[in-house]
């Protein structure tokens, strides 16, 4: 695939997902992994690792977590 915005080569790689909900919320999840610009650096994250990403955020703000870093895995 071609990257939407400068057309450069997408490459598989990985990329850090910033989660921000209201002012008093804000998870990055690390090492999602996503085809990213060889040109310009721009990630592309796929519907089922957004899936993935979403229930790690879900469980971190079970945990009370309001402000952190949460690693990226599959079995979340
Ligand atoms: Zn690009």
Known sequence: MKCP??????GKSKTNLP?????EY??????VPALVCK???EPFVEIAEL?????????AKK???TLGIVKYKEAA
């Open 63 to 65: 945990d009370g977590i």
């Open 39 to 41: 040109q310009c650096g």
């Open 26 to 31: 804000l998870v990055v999840v690390k090492g």
């Open 19 to 23: 989660y921000e909900i209201g002012e």
């Open 5 to 10: 915005l400068c057309k450069g080569t997408m």
């Open 51 to 59: 899936r993935v990403v979403e229930k790690i955020v879900d469980s």
